[in-house]
């Protein structure tokens, strides 16, 4: 009985080196019992991740609530401490980084978290928000720092003077944009966008996601974007990684993967996303069933209590990696050779 995963891979272009490589990345998180409060269980959040990202890509990283999606972006961003595994930005460890060097790493490496209320310190001024890594790094006099805080306000569509002004006076789509212009502070080469417009209005999504976009493409910036939404991500990524359970089951580039999706739990999450034409009509289906606990998954194939192609295999053999192509791969029985 098989639980070990080969490492899928999004693949690079040919000859070079990928900005950020994922390898083999695990999180479990002990559940403590007991008088000595010792660990009793253990959440395996993540359980054996790999994936690369190339300057300028977008990677989709997609997967219902309690997935790993999330724990995936921290633990990379060293905002949690791994489990195991290794993660290279342009080929130096992330994990293995001195306070020091990680300070240089995390001006390439940034963040725009999913809660625009919660990730604004309210006592900071917008100003000093945004112009908070320039001054942690040193970069450049009072007078141009305050000139790059400007530039960055009119960038995400607000206006200098509302430096002075603290988070509380803005709408939710406002501190969004004040986080993205926070993220872009110190010019990274990465951004992790941890479901970035899904606590925001419709209305004001649109409006995000386009500046996210134009953005990206100007800076040639390269993203992780975390979302459960398959509209968002098939709108905004070139590529995908779907995850299950902590693990990912299929990656592939957009267009193939909402063509022909290979694992049944894809096709679901496809066939229960918005489709983003209006002469279209589709029936959006619904997603049956729950994420199992991830303290105690099931043997075998993790999605066999929810799979409408569950084989008795599936119920004791996790199935194996199969890198189908180039673009292309997936961990289902349905797929091996
Ligand atoms: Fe379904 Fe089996 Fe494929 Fe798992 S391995 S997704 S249970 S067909």
Redesign the pocket.
């Known amino acids: 009985m098989s639980e070990q995963l080969t490492e899928p891979k999004v693949e690079s272009a040919a000859g070079t080196r990928p900005l950020l490589e994922v390898r083999n990345l695990v999180k479990h998180f002990p559940i403590k019992g007991g008088l000595l409060q010792l660990p009793v269980a253990w959440v395996k959040a993540v359980d054996g991740v790999s994936f690369e990202i190339n300057k300028g890509e977008t990677l989709g990283l997609v997967g219902e609530s309690g997935s790993g999606k999330s724990t995936v972006a921290r633990t990379i961003l060293r905002l949690i401490p791994p489990t195991s595994g290794e993660v290279l930005l342009d080929g130096q460890s992330v994990f293995k980084a001195s306070a020091d060097e990680m300070k240089k790493l995390r001006r390439d490496l940034q963040i725009i978290f999913q809660d625009p209320y919660g990730s604004l310190n309210p006592r900071m001024s917008v100003g000093e928000i945004i112009g908070e890594g320039l001054v942690v790094h040193g970069v450049g006099s009072p007078k141009q720092r305050e000139a790059a805080v400007n530039r960055l306000l009119e960038v995400v569509g607000l206006r200098g003077q509302h430096r002075g002004r603290f988070p509380h006076e803005f709408s939710g789509g406002q501190r969004q944009r004040i986080g993205i212009a926070r993220s872009l502070t110190l010019e990274p080469e990465l951004l992790v966008a941890d479901e970035p417009v899904s606590a925001l209005d419709v209305s004001i999504q649109s409006q995000i996601l386009l500046l996210l976009q134009r953005l990206q493409q100007r800076h040639k910036l390269a993203f992780i974007f975390i979302s459960h939404d398959l509209g968002v991500v098939r709108y905004f990524c070139q590529s995908m990684a779907v995850m299950y359970l902590g693990r990912i089951v299929e990656t592939g580039t957009i267009p193939a993967i909402f063509k022909e999706p290979l694992?049944?739990?894809t096709r679901m999450l496809r066939d229960a996303s918005p489709v983003p034409d209006p002469k279209v009509k589709v029936v959006m289906l619904r997603i049956e069933g729950e994420v199992p606990s991830a303290v105690n998954p099931p043997a075998g194939?993790h999605?066999?209590t929810r799979?409408p192609?569950?084989?008795p295999i599936?119920r004791n053999v996790y199935?194996e990696w199969r890198q189908i192509d180039s673009e292309r791969g997936v961990a289902?029985?349905?797929h091996t050779r």
Do not use: A, D, G
């Open positions: 694992h049944p739990y194939c999605f066999h799979c192609h569950v084989m599936c199935p289902c029985h349905l």
